[in-house]
């Protein structure tokens, strides 16, 4: 008895000495996060931040560099992008790794999305944040003004004529630059002329030759398509201007935003000058009132229904859009659907042409988002960050970038290269002239939140614009009051 | 209180008599036992259905499991999906790191909490209660902010080269670690445990002159072995699903655990669904076993009060 | 521990206590020193420190600005904190109960006379251990208004398909009965409890010619309180925190949407302050939501505690 005693005794203390040593300034556990202990919805303490929108395949993912010189700066280079989209950048950075034998670039693929920068945020907390990050553009100002970003005014002065005017505005806070202006792309009316054309109508009223169709003029053709069945609900579909979102939520189907509404109707979104966000601005209002009233005209929720069954999440594959599948005749989508559509619907009749205006004569409006590369403070590798920043936002990057992704580039040079751009794809640059940006803020992601919601709130017809409208203008000014312009 | 002085009679074997199937319903006539089977069948059927969804989608092939509607039974077994998932990513290594994650956070938990137990529960000293309370009220923090404030912490302490990182961040310390401190969930669990330990056996073991610490390892812990069991099971499930907490200390790819791994299967416009589905098979492979052979412990762990207490 | 240990015998004698109590007191801290270290370093100092940058402004990055109670007369005027504080409220008003019944329905039927048990208890626990990421992402598919087995089988017994994620009056819905895959977890701590009731009581009951819904009614429900006080409590503090399941329903928040279900019904508290601090760089305002959440949790709890005091059995404690 006696010996075993003193053995568990040993035993014991060896617990508390790993307790204690643990102590060594450490913290406990799963009180916080909710331990996970009694039910499955414990494990919600689990929360994914960003699954959802998440990441890649490794071979993406895999760190690029094995071409760098031993002694070589190491530039640590964050993307959210996933292939192929960062097969491309995978190149650019390899390229350029080739060519600075003194600087090693080495990618990583984080899981993340525009808006959800929960790990970039704690990365930087932690000091192993990267030198460099592939930021949404127009989230910048924003990320600025929180400190994410770090000021490059004095290494990209005289930058700024090479790139869009609008892109470059994109990059600036307070004066500022921010960040270097990397892809852009544009808007349009994505059409499939054969289920038109079987519905009994005619699509070549939409051909863009004919200059930009009425919005009355493409919802006559669309409700011709558009077919239920024997309980009522949707079969197919000729057209969701705007919502719902992928599973029925709040936001665009494919790219009817608030903001292409808005600019449809000639609204302002912002006036920078008094640093006011202006939702409830007429021609925002006349948007936003337009998709209420189609919404009514179509019920609601038979099209949210029909949008839920037949792209069920954001994730759902690409060769299940409902576009592709014969499902639905139009959608207001982007220059990436050209690659897409000789994948997916090689066979399919498909065209784009401009978004469809209000009255007849009105000039067609589209809006152009992209990305950036931006630096995060405190870089141990700053000058050699700057540099890769202006090689691959630079026209060595763009180049390759254009070419591989089917995106549009941001410098003036490129948009005039007529190698980089096949015939459908040039098509874009047209509409890429006449497009408008979203509003750069310091409070650009929370603005785009409270459109979004709105805008589900209006398509579902449980509020009208101008009161949904008015609760933006509200929670969001306060917030630009306190950030400042 | 009734029930207090029932179960001191019997508590001396409770712990083992909780095990024994269905004594008392001895007598239930046959048909009592009809009603019972369709609860449990229809129950079983519904909570299948999202395993059954998994293993289904699992072994369909891309178009297969892509297709609208969805079948009910796979057209075609695409068996080396399984392959597939485990070449998508570096699923051996993932698979290490979640093994070493989930041991260390377990052996924390079952070491820590058993410990605290019985100072909660079979020591009187002033102001337990009280504590106790204060331990059960931390269960109601908001998690996503006190990250923030841990965050910090973590990022300041060193960690002596450990994984090649400078601080914390960025090595497995913060997701073990913290298991060494206890928790609350498990706290209870085992309190309560304890608490239906009769306390003639305490006092027997200290006229022989033991002391608390023998007491606790020679007398209790023995006693307590399936609530052990529970926690251990509880703590390496939660660790090895956990997924937010690997997301934002780990920093570099290759420390990654499983259920972080599993984000890769998602892109922003795709999802490789058959093989995600696969991987999730996977990985809940382990965890179903090692149930399967300890769940007879759930029924004799779990105290939560009442008669046994 | 020396700490601890060492102030455990001034508060000793400050009180006065016996030997046998001092050396009680000494252990008791020491057995709890693990726990007590843990609590002042992950609770206490994220408490003071939140409640600090609650009256801040602050994103995460730059000092802290000191604003006062500027971000308490936000939540104020807030109308999507009251949105997230009542989808909150009405989720775990529903799942916490429905979880209740369910969990006692199950066990129940389980500590009947039935031989293959086991096969049951495994499949019912099954769904605890999948990982909420996997699940949400099933459901979804599950769910799907014209595909989803959800619907085929209520169309089988004659019941209308909802929309169950797009419409709002079904999406909170959807998010209590993804939770109640956990009831096989619960079930089993109930069935846990129901077989530590002293058959005894049946016995005598038997004798008394009680019928089984009298024996339910007056032995086992009574006898099971603690046990539904514990999966109240647990179920309280889960319910106010859900995120995970409402933040994948809803496609992650992520760029794509924004919305967090239609009309903002999936938003839930924690992840209206999720977005707060890491979408908009508002911490110092999801500090405040923070504060305003746990005391609002504490009452809860203690309104809980207070109200189980006229329905539950307590145990004289032992040991």
Not at chain 2, 116 to 145: D, E, K, M, Q
Request: glycine residues 8%.
């Amino acid at each position: 008895m006696n010996r075993s005693v003193r053995r568990s005794r040993w035993s014991l203390l060896a617990v508390f000495a790993i307790t204690v040593a643990a102590c060594g300034g450490a913290a406990s556990p799963a009180p916080s996060t909710g331990g996970g202990a009694a039910s499955p919805s414990a494990s919600a303490a689990t929360s994914p931040s960003t699954e959802a929108s998440a990441s890649a395949s490794p071979e993406g993912s895999t760190v690029t560099g094995a071409s760098c010189q031993s002694g070589a700066t190491e530039v640590k280079f964050w993307t959210s992008h996933t292939p192929p989209d960062s097969d491309a950048l995978k190149n650019i950075v390899d390229a350029f790794n080739q060519a600075n034998p003194d600087i090693c670039v080495k990618m990583t693929i984080v899981p993340g999305s525009e808006t959800d920068i929960a790990k970039l945020l704690t990365s930087i907390r932690g000091g192993v944040a990267p030198d460099v990050y592939m930021a949404d553009r127009f989230t910048v100002p924003q990320r600025a003004a929180e400190g994410v970003l770090d000021d490059i005014t004095n290494e990209t002065q005289g930058l700024n004529s090479q790139y869009l005017d609008f892109a470059w505005a994109e990059t600036q806070f307070q004066g500022k630059t921010y960040a270097l202006p990397f892809d852009t792309d544009a808007r349009a009316l994505w059409y499939n002329k054969d289920l038109i054309t079987k519905a009994g109508a005619d699509p070549s009223v939409l051909d863009m030759s004919k200059g930009p169709a009425t919005i009355d003029q493409v919802v006559a053709i669309a409700d011709k398509v558009s077919k239920k069945d024997s309980s009522g609900n949707y079969d197919v579909l000729g057209w969701i201007p705007g919502g719902p979102g992928p599973g029925g939520q709040p936001g665009a189907f494919d790219q009817g935003w608030h903001y292409t509404w808005g600019f449809t109707f000639g609204g302002n979104f912002a006036d920078l000058q008094q640093c006011k966000v202006t939702p409830t601005d007429p021609g925002v209002v006349a948007g936003f009132q337009f998709l209420y009233d189609w919404a009514k005209d179509h019920d609601p929720k038979a099209v949210s229904r029909w949008v839920a069954s037949n792209l069920p999440t954001p994730q759902t594959p690409a060769s299940q859009n409902p576009l592709w599948t014969g499902k639905l005749a139009m959608t207001i989508s982007g220059d990436w659907r050209i690659a897409e559509q000789k994948k997916y619907a090689p066979n399919g009749d498909y065209d784009f042409t401009f978004i469809p205006v209000p009255k007849a004569g009105d000039q067609s409006a589209t809006w152009a988002g992209g990305w950036s590369m931006a630096l995060i403070p405190n870089s141990k590798a700053r000058d050699q960050a700057i540099k890769f920043m202006k090689y691959i936002a630079g026209p060595d990057g763009q180049r390759v970038y254009t070419k591989e992704s089917t995106h549009l580039p941001t410098i003036k040079d490129l948009l005039t290269d007529s190698s980089l751009f096949d015939p459908q794809h040039a098509k874009f640059l047209d509409l890429l002239k006449v497009a408008k940006n979203r509003p750069p803020l310091s409070v650009g992601a929370a603005y785009w939140d409270a459109l979004t919601s709105a805008q589900g709130s209006v398509e579902a017809n449980s509020k009208q614009p101008m009161d949904a409208l008015q609760e933006v203008q509200d929670s969001v000014q306060s917030q630009l009051d306190a950030a400042g312009c | 209180m009734a029930s207090t002085e029932i179960a001191r009679t019997s508590a001396g074997s409770s712990a083992v008599a909780a095990a024994q199937p269905n004594r008392r319903t001895g007598r239930a006539i046959l048909s009592g036992s009809v009603l019972p089977r369709i609860v449990l069948i229809a129950g079983c059927a519904l909570f299948a259905l999202p395993f059954y969804f998994m293993f289904v989608s699992a072994v369909k092939t891309t178009a297969e499991a892509t297709q609208t509607p969805p079948t009910f039974f796979p057209q075609t077994f695409a068996w080396d999906n399984f392959q597939a998932a485990v070449n998508y990513i570096p699923f051996g290594l993932y698979a290490i790191n979640s093994v070493v994650i989930t041991v260390g956070a377990t052996l924390g938990a079952v070491l820590s909490n058993t410990a605290i137990a019985y100072g909660f529960s079979r020591i009187h000293w002033p102001g337990r209660n009280f504590l106790f309370y204060v331990c059960l009220a931390t269960v109601f923090l908001p998690y996503p902010v006190v990250l923030v404030a841990l965050f910090d912490i973590f990022g300041k302490l060193p960690s002596f080269g450990i994984q090649g990182a400078q601080s914390w961040v960025d090595t497995f310390l913060p997701l073990i670690v913290p298991a060494f401190f206890g928790n609350p969930f498990y706290v209870f669990l085992m309190r309560q445990f304890m608490l239906g330990i009769p306390r003639d056996l305490s006092d027997a073991a200290k006229v022989d002159g033991a002391s608390e610490i023998q007491t606790f390892w020679r007398v209790i812990l023995p006693l307590t072995r399936p609530a052990v069991v529970v926690v251990a099971i509880l703590a390496a499930v939660a660790a090895w699903n956990e997924f937010l907490l690997p997301l934002l200390y780990l920093q570099s790819q290759d420390k990654y655990p499983l259920a972080v791994g599993l984000a890769f299967y998602t892109s922003q416009h795709d999802v490789a669904y058959n093989l995600l589905m696969a991987a999730s098979t996977l990985i809940v492979l382990p965890i179903v076993i090692v149930f399967l052979f300890a769940q007879r412990f759930f029924i004799e762990g779990i105290t939560v009060g009442g008669v046994k207490g | 521990m020396t700490a601890a240990a060492s102030a455990a015998t001034t508060t000793t004698r400050r009180f006065g206590l016996g030997p046998m109590e001092r050396h009680n007191l000494r252990w008791g801290l020491l057995f709890i020193s693990p726990w007590l270290f843990g609590f002042v370093a992950l609770s206490i100092f994220p408490i003071v420190y939140t409640f600090y940058l609650s009256l801040t402004r602050y994103s995460g990055i730059r000092a802290p600005v000191l604003v006062g109670l500027a971000n308490y007369q936000r939540i104020a005027s807030d109308p999507l904190f009251l949105k997230s504080a009542y989808n909150t409220l009405y989720y775990t008003a529903l799942a916490v109960p429905v979880g209740v019944v369910m969990a006692m329905i199950l066990a129940i039927a389980m500590n009947q006379k039935v031989r293959e048990v086991a096969i049951y208890r495994a499949i019912l626990y099954l769904p605890s251990i999948l990982p909420v990421f996997a699940i949400s992402l099933i459901f979804i598919y599950l769910l799907n208004p014209a595909y989803g087995m959800v619907n085929g089988l209520l169309g089988m017994v004659g019941l209308p398909s909802p929309n169950w994620l797009g419409d709002p009056a079904f999406s909170r819905i959807a998010l209590v009965m993804i939770a109640q895959l956990g009831a096989g977890q619960w079930a089993l701590v109930f069935l846990a409890g129901l077989r530590g009731i002293p058959i005894e009581l049946y016995e005598s009951a038997d004798i008394d010619g009680a019928g089984p819904w009298t024996k339910f009614r007056h032995i086992t429900l009574p006898l099971m309180t603690p046990v539904i006080l514990y999966d109240i409590i647990i179920g309280l503090s889960l319910g106010l925190q859900v995120f995970t399941s409402a933040f994948i329903l809803t496609g992650g928040g992520g760029g794509r949407g924004g919305g967090a279900g239609p009309d903002n019904s999936l938003l839930t508290y924690v992840y209206y302050l999720y977005k707060q601090a890491f979408q908009f760089g508002q911490m110092g305002y999801a500090a405040a939501l923070s504060v305003v959440m746990f005391v609002v949790s504490l009452i809860l709890a203690g309104a809980v505690f207070r109200w189980a005091r006229g329905w539950v059995f307590y145990e004289a404690e032992e040991a």
